[in-house]
């Protein structure tokens, strides 16, 4: 029977199949962090059970840890220290190594596990968090689970899961300059709505894919939690097995060479079933920015807030009504030239080294506007140091950025560290709601370009239109 790639991977993994559409699947890799993890291993030591493959399992303190510069275990989330402390001990206590607070392998978990190649394509990858699926950027199937499931890979590397559907979308034409992986993203979800892939494997192909580095598919698969996937996908390339090489953690010797087999090998076939397919022509892809309070508020930069009484259901229109208000914006409304106090370069959407050079690159030799609070946090401990072995961080710095140590940080709010109450933020951060990034926070979410091209004008700012070069 013909199979899409997920379903490959799905079959590979299967270790039985427990009817109602639900296999025990293999999983290969266990990410843990402090907010999530620690109450996982902590229930499983409590319940007298012992970790099945402790070499299986990694952890990183990414979430609730203080960003600022000479951090020490300062964290501002209620009750963080104890996450902290029950993650640490019970890591300990289980023999799973955890990369903390002065490894140089600590990060953003989404951003630090396929950096140090702890995952490669074709692998089964769970992590209590729900941008897990950011890794389907090099070709892992790779899902967010509770803390109950949590334990139960942790006692036994297996998991019980419902088949999911499968959904592709293929990326035509050309990216035009100053666009970029995110403002895709945003595009389709804006166009196709939050619940877009809802509960699908979504497998992106095509050429603007093949032309994307693995850091940009992965800030694509980053974004397909928030239209609804299940997870996304990107099928392994000659770009991705260039990306793995670099890895400490490949696979080496003998090893490597099978798995490089493996990975050329590991495609959709031909005639594989999709439930839906979307074809979205890039050429159409302007810059995206967010105007209200859910990932499908979104439109091209140039355009006009749009008006609820056009929206497609009740339930859509009361959203955009409710949206408005707390953005405290109008139909009709452009966003261009809308005042910022505030921008973000950050996240595990938009963290990593090429997302730092694209804003350097605006920010070199400029300023951003009086007043304006800017912060940029690389995603990892490593993104940061190669950051600084470039020298983006005086770049950032002489241009007004706070350049912080790495984490979540301001990606969501975590009780003190904040940009200021009803504050409006333009952040490369993946998630707009009411008060993700502080109390009454407006969020307009944008590629790293736009936010660095934002920053410097003191309002939302169409990078295309002011002369920078990228
Ligand atoms: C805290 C964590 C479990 C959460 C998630 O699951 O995504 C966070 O990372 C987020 O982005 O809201
Ligand atoms: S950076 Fe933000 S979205 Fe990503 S894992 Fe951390 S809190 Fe969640």
Redesign the pocket.
């Known amino acids: 029977m013909p199979m899409t790639v997920a379903e490959k991977i799905w079959q590979q993994h299967s270790v039985a199949e427990l009817g109602d559409a639900t296999t025990l699947l293999h999983i290969d890799r266990l990410m843990l962090?402090e907010?999530?993890g620690g109450r996982m291993l902590k229930g499983v030591l409590d319940a007298g059970r012992t970790v099945y493959d402790p070499s299986m399992v990694v952890g990183t303190l990414d979430?609730i840890i203080d960003t600022t510069p000479g951090r020490g275990d300062r964290t501002l989330f209620a009750g963080g220290a104890e996450f902290i402390k029950t993650f640490r001990d019970s890591a300990a206590l289980a023999e799973v190594q955890v990369f903390d607070i002065g490894d140089a392998r600590q990060g953003i978990v989404h951003v630090m596990a396929p950096e140090l190649g702890i995952v490669s394509p074709g692998m089964t990858l769970v992590c209590?968090?729900?941008?897990?699926p950011t890794v389907g950027g090099v070709g892992a199937l790779a899902w967010?689970i509770g803390v109950t499931q949590g334990e139960h890979v942790l006692s036994t590397q297996c998991l019980a899961v419902r088949r999911p559907g499968q959904m592709r979308v293929c990326f035509e034409g050309r990216l035009a300059p100053f666009v970029t992986a995110k403002d895709m993203v945003l595009w389709l979800i804006g166009r196709y709505g939050a619940n877009g892939g809802k509960g699908r494997v979504v497998e992106m192909v095509g050429p603007v894919i093949r032309s994307l580095s693995v850091e940009g598919r992965m800030t694509l698969c980053n974004m397909m939690?928030e239209f609804g996937a299940w997870t996304a996908i990107v099928p392994p390339d000659d770009v991705t097995i260039e990306y793995m090489a670099g890895r400490p953690y490949r696979p080496t010797g003998t090893c490597w060479d099978s798995a490089e087999i493996y990975w050329r090998n590991l495609a959709s076939d031909d005639d594989a079933k999709f439930e839906s397919e979307i074809v979205v022509d890039c050429e159409d892809i302007e810059p995206q920015v967010s105007w209200g309070t859910s990932t499908e508020h979104v439109m091209g930069i140039t355009g006009q807030v749009p008006d609820p009484a056009q929206a497609g259901s009740d339930i859509a229109r009361a959203s955009m009504e409710k949206a408005l208000k707390y953005a405290d914006l109008r139909p009709g409304d452009p966003l261009l030239g809308l005042g910022i106090e505030a921008a973000f370069i950050g996240?595990?959407t938009n963290s990593r080294i090429e997302d730092l050079r694209l804003a350097a690159g605006i920010l070199t030799g400029r300023k951003v506007a009086p007043g304006l609070k800017a912060i940029c946090v690389p995603g990892s401990t490593q993104v940061k140091h190669q950051a600084e072995s470039e020298g983006l961080d005086d770049v950032f710095k002489a241009a007004g950025f706070e350049w912080r140590e790495a984490g979540?940080s301001l990606?969501?709010f975590a009780g003190g560290d904040s940009f200021g109450a009803a504050k409006r933020v333009i952040t490369t951060t993946?998630?707009n709601f009411e008060n993700?990034q502080g109390p009454n926070v407006r969020s307009h979410l944008a590629s790293p370009v736009t936010v660095a091209a934002s920053a410097v004008r003191g309002a939302i700012a169409d990078p295309r239109a002011l002369g920078f070069n990228l």
């Not at 209590?128 to 897990?132: A, K």
């Open positions: 962090h907010r999530s979430h209590g968090d729900s941008h897990t967010g939690v996240s595990c979540c990606c969501f993946n998630r993700r």
